[in-house]
């Protein structure tokens, strides 16, 4: 008994250290970093009070100085166009860059709201607007729409926007939703989630669809959100 228990607490160990090494710290530098991405191959962290970028995978950082953004530059959001960067704030800006240090305003919705993620597609560009819905723009920037149409209540906050194909599916405090007009309106798919599920993730997978709630773990649909089915093997009961 002695040795089986000595044996498995060797394995244990091995394990650990296995999956220990897959990970380690970088140089010191970046700190309370909402957004790490690259610009022309250049490593950049995006966040409150202090920014910094990397020319070699992350070993060195340095920090940068970012022009445009206000006295205190805040980043929490982050996409790329065809050809031009975009990002958000907190305080319902939208800034353009061609390089990532330089940015210019782009849009100013007018009011404090935050814009906690941004994705685009070619000069397509979507934008969440936590309490309010999607801003949108066709024309990469040059003008905005806000897109809420079939939204209600906590299904506004908005944690995560991808493009599947033509059409674009959230994640939100009410669920799934989905628009067929680039943003536009918005139809809810959740049929098989537990009722009032807050959804804090989507992704696409082998041609399905992934949601994850707080405490319900992860949901996948093989039809678009036309139906849900809940994934339990592996998670023991222990749902984030």
């Known amino acids: 008994m002695k040795t089986k228990l000595s044996l498995l607490l060797v394995y244990l160990l091995l394990h650990f250290q296995m999956l220990k090494a897959q990970w380690e710290s970088t140089a010191f530098g970046p700190f309370g970093a909402a957004e790490l991405t690259t610009v022309d191959d250049v490593l950049h962290t995006y966040g409150i009070a202090a920014d910094y970028s ?3 995978n992350g070993d060195t950082w340095m920090k940068d100085t970012l022009l445009g953004l206000g006295v205190i ?14 990002s958000g704030d907190p305080y319902g800006h939208i800034y353009a ?3 990532g240090i330089n ?4 849009y100013d919705f007018g009011m404090v709201a935050s814009i906690p993620y941004m994705t ?4 397509k560009i979507y934008a969440a607007i936590d309490g309010l ?20 209540g906590n299904s506004h906050y908005i944690s995560q926007i991808i493009l599947v194909g033509s ?6 405090l009410g669920g ?35 949601t994850s709630g707080y405490g319900l773990g992860v949901f996948r649909s093989t039809d678009l959100g036309e139906s849900w089915t809940q994934i339990t093997e592996g998670f023991d009961g222990f749902y984030l």
């Open 54 to 56: 990397s020319i070699d």
């Open 167 to 172: 059409d674009l599916y959230m994640s939100t």
């Open 133 to 152: 819905g999607v801003l949108y723009s066709n024309d990469n920037g040059a003008n905005w729409n806000l897109g809420n149409g079939g939204l209600g």
């Open 176 to 210: 799934v939703f989905t628009s067929s007009d680039g943003g536009a309106n918005w139809v809810a798919k959740n049929n098989g989630l537990p009722d009032l599920m807050q959804c804090n993730g989507i992704a696409v997978s082998q041609g399905a669809l992934l």
């Open 97 to 99: 860059s061609n390089d």
């Open 120 to 123: 685009a597609d070619g000069n």
């Open 103 to 106: 940015w210019t305003l782009n």
């Open 73 to 86: 530059p805040y980043v929490t959001a982050f996409t790329k166009s065809t050809d031009t960067y975009f």
